[in-house]
């Protein structure tokens, strides 16, 4: 017996940990939650990588702006020279030095290729802008994943405080029902009844609860958080505020990444256009450079000494092919532009009609909420009137089951109109670029 309540008490005890475990309330801020994001969120460590890349290439082009330096150093055997006859008879041989190294030092400056390395820069930087740009697209992604998640959760407890006030209320219900009960005024199946209402709001608090702790779990992903954390909202949503929709309009051209990184797409391909069009000049190039060798083997017999030399001038070159070939890659590179530039008239059409769109149901979750909240305020004043009737015995049973579920609906859509209200707003600035 003393072993079963030592197991028992065991089990109680684990229970409790493991709940405390499961029950860690973090309280943020939606700014909070959002600098968390964008400091811990994975895809946006993968992208600042990208932005780092794309620097790295600006710095190794401009790299190749420089001279290229080449220093280079041999050693080898040498064996005697024989001499043969135009008919490959031997006439003899003479003794060289059995040893022989030399050292050389080169260097080289492209001086014109049609400003081909000055062109190659300017390309590796827009690509740079356009990784950054690629990051704020992430970034915008980011915040309306967690501002989505945000509400979701709001939400979440405006609901459970719905179902929890409408427990209360089922609980005092049922509390007057058993006086009424113990008076002999209703049969025992008005208390199953109320029993059951308050057992079905219990799995709908329980529900919602379950859902609050995936998206915590879901969220803390994204935060960088522990994954038994329970995320609630603190403090007040600023109130949104909404301007014109010209103003979004405007807004989006300057701000949308998508619309930017278009752009910036043209101006890539036009960059690349150019840099085609250097393969039409030739390659000038100086150099300049000193040798160093032994032994001297131009003169009879060999010298066991080192000659230097040195040389510098200027190189000259052209393929001559680039006469056919070019005039075609620049079609094509053309061609490019011409994509791109319809690919960003598409973007602003598609930027524009997603913005008024999301203006339009801005508006109309407004309206949504205003009729909630006023269908709120009548649900709750015809419970508190059958209610009364149900206790002096005005209103059956029916009545008194529909106006408590017509109460609880409409406090749950009031509850989700003023999410969706939120909702629609922040998908307004992302749609504009101002998230």
């Known amino acids: 017996m003393k072993f079963k309540l030592i197991i028992s008490c065991c089990l109680y005890l684990l229970t409790v940990i493991a709940y405390g475990q499961e029950n860690v309330v973090r309280k943020l801020s939606i700014p909070e939650a959002l600098s968390l994001a964008l400091e811990n969120h994975q895809q946006l460590k993968v992208g600042r990588a990208k932005v780092q890349l794309s620097e790295d290439k600006v710095r190794d082009a401009k ?8 220093f280079s150093a041999n050693a080898y055997y040498l064996s005697n020279a024989i001499l043969l006859s135009p008919g490959f008879k031997s006439e003899g041989s003479f003794d060289m030095p059995p040893f022989g190294n ?41 915040r309306f994943l967690v501002i989505s998640n945000y509400l979701d959760i709001l939400k979440l407890l405006n609901q459970k405080k719905v179902l929890l006030q409408n427990k209360s209320l089922a609980e005092q219900r049922l509390a007057n029902i058993t006086k009424l009960y113990a008076e002999n005024m ?6 199953i009844r109320a029993q059951l209402q308050i057992k079905g709001l219990e799995q709908n608090i329980a529900v919602v609860e379950n859902n609050h702790s995936i998206l915590s779990n879901r969220m803390s992903y994204a935060l960088g958080l522990p994954h038994d954390v329970l995320i609630e909202p603190a403090g007040n949503i600023p109130e949104p505020g909404v301007m014109a929709l010209a103003d979004y309009m405007a807004l989006a051209q300057k701000n949308n990444p998508f619309l930017l990184a278009a752009e ?34 131009q003169v009879l017999p060999p010298v066991d000494m080192y000659s230097g030399v040195w040389q510098a001038g200027v190189a000259l070159s052209y393929n001559i092919d680039n006469l056919f070939k070019t005039g075609q890659k620049i079609k094509t590179g053309r061609t490019q532009a011409e994509v791109a530039r319809n690919t960003l008239e598409l973007s602003r059409q598609n930027v524009e009609m997603d913005i008024t769109a999301a203006y339009k149901q801005y508006q109309e979750a407004v309206k949504q909420a205003k009729l909630m909240e006023k269908a709120q305020q009548l649900a709750n004043e015809n419970y508190k009137i059958i209610e009364a009737k149900y206790l002096n015995q005005l209103a059956i049973t029916a009545e008194m089951t529909d106006a408590a579920a017509a109460k609880l609906d409409a406090g749950m859509q009031y509850a989700n109109a003023q999410a969706g209200v939120l909702f629609q707003y922040y998908t307004l600035l992302k749609t504009a670029g101002a998230l």
């Open 102 to 142: 030399g050292y050389a030092l080169q260097a080289s400056q492209l001086l014109y290729k049609g400003g081909v390395l000055k062109k190659s820069v300017e390309m590796s930087d827009l690509q740079a802008q356009l990784a950054e740009l690629d990051l704020e697209k992430d970034k915008q992604s980011i």
């Open 63 to 70: 790299l190749e702006q420089l001279p290229t330096i080449e």
């Open 186 to 191: 209703v049969t025992r199946n008005e208390i």
């Open 264 to 297: 910036k797409n043209i101006s890539i391909a036009e960059k690349h256009v150019d840099i085609i069009k250097t393969e039409r000049y030739p390659a000038l190039s100086a150099f300049a450079g000193y040798n160093l060798a032994r032994p001297i083997t």
